[in-house]
Protein backbone atom coordinates (compact mmCIF):
# COMPACT_ATOMS: atom_id res chain seq x y z
CA UNK A 1 0.00 0.00 0.00
CA UNK A 2 1.20 3.20 -0.70
CA UNK A 3 0.07 5.70 2.64
CA UNK A 4 -1.17 8.90 2.19
CA UNK A 5 1.40 11.67 2.16
CA UNK A 6 -0.55 14.73 2.01
CA UNK A 7 -3.34 13.58 4.09
CA UNK A 8 -3.98 16.95 6.79
CA UNK A 9 -2.15 19.18 4.54
CA UNK A 10 -2.94 19.45 1.13
CA UNK A 11 -6.67 18.07 1.87
CA UNK A 12 -7.91 17.04 5.44
CA UNK A 13 -6.82 14.03 6.61
CA UNK A 14 -10.07 13.13 8.58
CA UNK A 15 -13.07 11.24 6.15
CA UNK A 16 -16.20 13.34 6.91
CA UNK A 17 -14.05 16.35 7.19
CA UNK A 18 -12.28 15.69 3.53
CA UNK A 19 -15.98 15.35 2.20
CA UNK A 20 -17.56 18.65 3.05
CA UNK A 21 -14.19 20.18 2.23
CA UNK A 22 -14.32 18.27 -1.91
CA UNK A 23 -18.38 19.54 -1.58
CA UNK A 24 -17.46 23.60 -0.48
CA UNK A 25 -15.06 23.24 -3.81
CA UNK A 26 -17.66 22.39 -5.94
CA UNK A 27 -19.72 25.08 -4.75
CA UNK A 28 -17.03 27.83 -4.38
CA UNK A 29 -17.60 31.09 -6.53
CA UNK A 30 -14.50 29.93 -8.31
CA UNK A 31 -16.01 26.07 -8.75
CA UNK A 32 -18.65 24.62 -11.25
CA UNK A 33 -21.24 26.17 -8.48
CA UNK A 34 -22.52 22.53 -8.01
CA UNK A 35 -21.95 19.38 -7.15
CA UNK A 36 -23.21 17.22 -10.15
CA UNK A 37 -24.59 13.06 -10.04
CA UNK A 38 -22.53 10.66 -11.32
CA UNK A 39 -23.58 9.91 -15.10
CA UNK A 40 -23.43 6.20 -16.87
CA UNK A 41 -24.01 8.08 -20.15
CA UNK A 42 -21.97 7.74 -23.63
CA UNK A 43 -18.81 9.39 -22.58
CA UNK A 44 -16.95 12.08 -24.80
CA UNK A 45 -13.82 13.02 -22.21
CA UNK A 46 -10.46 11.36 -22.76
CA UNK A 47 -7.73 13.75 -21.39
CA UNK A 48 -7.75 16.60 -18.57
CA UNK A 49 -5.42 19.26 -17.18
CA UNK A 50 -5.89 19.31 -13.52
CA UNK A 51 -4.26 21.38 -10.56
CA UNK A 52 -2.57 19.81 -7.57
CA UNK A 53 -2.25 22.34 -4.80
CA UNK A 54 -3.74 22.63 -1.70
CA UNK A 55 -7.42 22.33 -1.87
CA UNK A 56 -7.78 25.64 -0.49
CA UNK A 57 -6.25 26.99 -3.11
CA UNK A 58 -6.82 25.45 -6.10
CA UNK A 59 -9.70 22.74 -5.20
CA UNK A 60 -12.22 24.62 -6.65
CA UNK A 61 -10.32 24.81 -10.22
CA UNK A 62 -9.94 21.17 -10.17
CA UNK A 63 -13.52 21.00 -9.23
CA UNK A 64 -14.60 22.02 -12.35
CA UNK A 65 -12.85 19.16 -14.25
CA UNK A 66 -14.43 16.34 -11.88
CA UNK A 67 -18.03 17.97 -12.29
CA UNK A 68 -17.38 17.61 -16.24
CA UNK A 69 -15.77 14.03 -16.04
CA UNK A 70 -18.82 13.35 -13.01
CA UNK A 71 -21.75 14.46 -16.17
CA UNK A 72 -20.09 12.38 -18.76
CA UNK A 73 -19.53 9.17 -17.44
CA UNK A 74 -16.02 7.91 -15.49
CA UNK A 75 -13.71 5.75 -17.39
CA UNK A 76 -13.27 1.89 -16.53
CA UNK A 77 -9.75 3.85 -15.72
CA UNK A 78 -8.05 6.83 -15.02
CA UNK A 79 -3.76 7.52 -15.52
CA UNK A 80 -2.81 10.55 -13.76
CA UNK A 81 0.35 11.85 -14.13
CA UNK A 82 2.20 14.39 -12.43
CA UNK A 83 6.12 16.21 -11.77
CA UNK A 84 8.37 14.28 -9.24
CA UNK A 85 8.70 17.34 -6.90
CA UNK A 86 10.59 15.10 -4.63
CA UNK A 87 13.36 14.52 -6.64
CA UNK A 88 13.12 10.76 -5.47
CA UNK A 89 13.42 7.99 -7.51
CA UNK A 90 13.59 7.02 -11.09
CA UNK A 91 12.95 9.38 -13.30
CA UNK A 92 9.61 8.40 -14.99
CA UNK A 93 7.87 5.68 -13.08
CA UNK A 94 4.69 4.15 -12.03
CA UNK A 95 3.47 1.96 -9.13
CA UNK A 96 1.50 -1.01 -8.65
CA UNK A 97 0.90 -0.36 -5.23
CA UNK A 98 -2.16 0.76 -4.35
CA UNK A 99 -3.16 3.81 -2.46
CA UNK A 100 -4.70 4.78 0.45
CA UNK A 101 -6.91 8.18 1.03
CA UNK A 102 -9.48 9.19 4.00
CA UNK A 103 -12.24 8.02 1.20
CA UNK A 104 -10.65 4.41 1.38
CA UNK A 105 -8.41 2.77 -1.17
CA UNK A 106 -7.53 2.94 -5.01
CA UNK A 107 -6.42 0.40 -6.89
CA UNK A 108 -3.74 0.32 -9.72
CA UNK A 109 -4.65 -0.64 -12.82
CA UNK A 110 -1.85 -3.40 -12.98
CA UNK A 111 -2.88 -4.80 -16.72
CA UNK A 112 -2.25 -1.29 -18.42
CA UNK A 113 1.57 -1.07 -15.29
CA UNK A 114 2.80 -4.67 -17.29
CA UNK A 115 2.44 -2.76 -20.90
CA UNK A 116 4.27 0.16 -19.47
CA UNK A 117 6.71 -1.72 -17.54
CA UNK A 118 9.25 -2.86 -20.55
CA UNK A 119 9.21 1.19 -20.41
CA UNK A 120 8.85 3.08 -17.53
CA UNK A 121 10.01 1.85 -14.31
CA UNK A 122 7.96 0.42 -11.45
CA UNK A 123 9.34 2.78 -8.60
CA UNK A 124 7.28 2.82 -5.93
CA UNK A 125 10.01 5.63 -4.03
CA UNK A 126 9.41 8.21 -6.63
CA UNK A 127 5.44 7.90 -5.60
CA UNK A 128 6.08 7.85 -1.84
CA UNK A 129 6.30 11.70 -1.25
CA UNK A 130 4.80 13.45 -3.98
CA UNK A 131 1.22 14.83 -3.88
CA UNK A 132 0.88 15.78 -7.39
CA UNK A 133 -1.31 12.50 -8.13
CA UNK A 134 -2.26 11.63 -4.61
CA UNK A 135 -4.70 15.19 -4.50
CA UNK A 136 -6.62 13.90 -7.33
CA UNK A 137 -7.43 10.60 -5.86
CA UNK A 138 -10.39 11.72 -3.39
CA UNK A 139 -12.03 13.74 -6.11
CA UNK A 140 -13.11 10.31 -7.94
CA UNK A 141 -13.34 8.50 -4.49
CA UNK A 142 -16.61 11.39 -3.56
CA UNK A 143 -18.28 10.19 -7.12
CA UNK A 144 -17.04 6.23 -7.41
CA UNK A 145 -14.85 4.17 -4.86
CA UNK A 146 -14.65 1.28 -6.88
CA UNK A 147 -11.99 2.31 -9.89
CA UNK A 148 -8.78 1.38 -11.52
CA UNK A 149 -6.15 3.99 -12.20
CA UNK A 150 -2.60 4.15 -12.79
CA UNK A 151 -0.19 6.99 -11.22
CA UNK A 152 2.96 7.92 -13.33
CA UNK A 153 5.86 10.11 -12.24
CA UNK A 154 7.66 12.58 -14.64
CA UNK A 155 11.07 14.31 -13.23
CA UNK A 156 12.30 14.03 -16.69
CA UNK A 157 10.00 16.61 -18.72
CA UNK A 158 11.70 17.23 -21.77
CA UNK A 159 9.96 16.86 -25.03
CA UNK A 160 11.25 13.78 -26.57
CA UNK A 161 10.74 12.07 -23.48
CA UNK A 162 7.05 13.21 -22.92
CA UNK A 163 6.59 12.10 -26.80
CA UNK A 164 7.82 8.85 -26.39
CA UNK A 165 5.91 7.88 -22.96
CA UNK A 166 2.61 9.73 -25.06
CA UNK A 167 2.95 7.09 -27.41
CA UNK A 168 3.81 4.00 -25.16
CA UNK A 169 1.06 5.08 -23.12
CA UNK A 170 -1.60 5.60 -26.21
CA UNK A 171 -0.31 1.73 -27.33
CA UNK A 172 -0.94 0.12 -23.27
CA UNK A 173 -4.47 2.01 -23.31
CA UNK A 174 -5.50 0.95 -26.89
CA UNK A 175 -8.97 -0.64 -26.51
CA UNK A 176 -9.64 0.52 -23.04
CA UNK A 177 -11.95 3.06 -21.70
CA UNK A 178 -9.52 5.44 -20.25
CA UNK A 179 -9.65 9.40 -19.58
CA UNK A 180 -5.56 10.22 -19.02
CA UNK A 181 -5.26 13.54 -16.43
CA UNK A 182 -2.23 15.65 -16.23
CA UNK A 183 -1.53 16.82 -12.89
CA UNK A 184 0.12 20.21 -13.15
CA UNK A 185 -0.09 24.06 -11.40
CA UNK A 186 1.02 27.00 -13.80
CA UNK A 187 2.87 29.82 -13.03
CA UNK A 188 4.81 29.86 -9.75
CA UNK A 189 5.40 33.13 -6.89
CA UNK A 190 4.75 35.90 -9.39
CA UNK A 191 2.91 38.64 -9.85
CA UNK A 192 -0.89 38.09 -10.80
CA UNK A 193 -0.31 40.05 -14.10
CA UNK A 194 2.59 37.75 -15.14
CA UNK A 195 0.97 34.87 -13.95
CA UNK A 196 -2.25 35.56 -16.12
CA UNK A 197 0.10 36.68 -19.54
CA UNK A 198 2.32 33.66 -19.06
CA UNK A 199 0.22 31.08 -18.64
CA UNK A 200 -3.16 32.23 -21.26
CA UNK A 201 0.28 31.70 -23.98
CA UNK A 202 1.17 28.05 -22.27
CA UNK A 203 -2.80 27.40 -22.44
CA UNK A 204 -3.36 28.66 -25.64
CA UNK A 205 -0.77 25.79 -27.12
CA UNK A 206 -2.68 23.15 -25.29
CA UNK A 207 -6.38 24.37 -26.54
CA UNK A 208 -4.42 23.92 -29.55
CA UNK A 209 -3.25 20.42 -28.82
CA UNK A 210 0.54 21.34 -29.90
CA UNK A 211 2.70 19.28 -27.60
CA UNK A 212 6.00 20.70 -28.89
CA UNK A 213 4.89 24.27 -28.84
CA UNK A 214 3.77 24.06 -25.47
CA UNK A 215 7.22 23.06 -24.39
CA UNK A 216 8.88 25.70 -26.67
CA UNK A 217 7.09 28.72 -24.71
CA UNK A 218 7.75 26.91 -21.43
CA UNK A 219 10.85 27.25 -21.93
CA UNK A 220 11.62 30.44 -23.90
CA UNK A 221 9.19 32.31 -22.08
CA UNK A 222 10.71 30.70 -18.78
CA UNK A 223 7.17 29.93 -17.26
CA UNK A 224 7.28 28.25 -14.06
CA UNK A 225 4.76 25.61 -14.85
CA UNK A 226 5.92 22.41 -12.79
CA UNK A 227 4.26 19.74 -14.98
CA UNK A 228 4.40 20.57 -18.74
CA UNK A 229 5.53 16.88 -19.05
CA UNK A 230 2.62 15.29 -17.57
CA UNK A 231 0.45 17.95 -20.42
CA UNK A 232 2.17 17.32 -23.13
CA UNK A 233 2.32 13.14 -22.34
CA UNK A 234 -1.48 13.25 -22.23
CA UNK A 235 -1.56 15.32 -25.24
CA UNK A 236 0.41 12.85 -27.10
CA UNK A 237 -1.31 10.09 -25.52
CA UNK A 238 -4.85 11.03 -26.88
CA UNK A 239 -3.71 11.83 -29.90
CA UNK A 240 -6.41 14.78 -31.23
CA UNK A 241 -9.87 15.49 -29.92
CA UNK A 242 -11.01 19.43 -28.85
CA UNK A 243 -9.64 20.83 -25.91
CA UNK A 244 -11.76 23.52 -24.15
CA UNK A 245 -10.78 25.52 -20.87
CA UNK A 246 -13.20 25.14 -17.85
CA UNK A 247 -11.56 27.83 -15.81
CA UNK A 248 -8.62 29.23 -15.03
CA UNK A 249 -7.46 31.03 -11.61
CA UNK A 250 -4.72 32.04 -9.34
CA UNK A 251 -4.17 31.62 -5.53
CA UNK A 252 -4.66 35.34 -5.06
CA UNK A 253 -8.23 34.53 -5.81
CA UNK A 254 -8.80 33.23 -2.74
CA UNK A 255 -6.69 35.55 -0.67
CA UNK A 256 -4.63 38.74 -1.79
CA UNK A 257 -1.26 38.24 -2.55
CA UNK A 258 1.68 40.13 -3.85
CA UNK A 259 2.87 36.98 -5.82
CA UNK A 260 0.60 34.05 -6.53
CA UNK A 261 0.14 30.18 -8.13
CA UNK A 262 -1.65 29.93 -11.63
CA UNK A 263 -4.13 26.91 -11.87
CA UNK A 264 -6.20 25.67 -15.31
CA UNK A 265 -8.97 23.07 -15.43
CA UNK A 266 -8.71 22.16 -19.59
CA UNK A 267 -10.40 19.26 -20.71
CA UNK A 268 -9.76 17.51 -24.35
CA UNK A 269 -13.17 15.40 -25.67
CA UNK A 270 -12.88 13.14 -28.48
Not at 48 to 72: F, R
Not at 193 to 213: F, S, W, Y
Amino acid sequence: MRHPAVAGKFYSGNEAELIAQIERCFLSPFGPGEIPKLSQGKRSIVGAVVPHAGYEYSGPVAAHVYAALAKDGFPGSFVIIGPNHSGFGNHMAITTEDFVTPLGTCRVDKEIASKLRRWVSDDPIAHQYEHSIEVQLPFIQYFESDFKFLPITMALQDYETAKEVGLRLRDACEGKDVVILASTDFSHYVTEKRARIEDMKVIDQILALNPKGLYDTVVQRDVSMCGYGPVMTMLEAVAGGKAELLRYGTSGDIHPMSEVVGYGAIIIRR
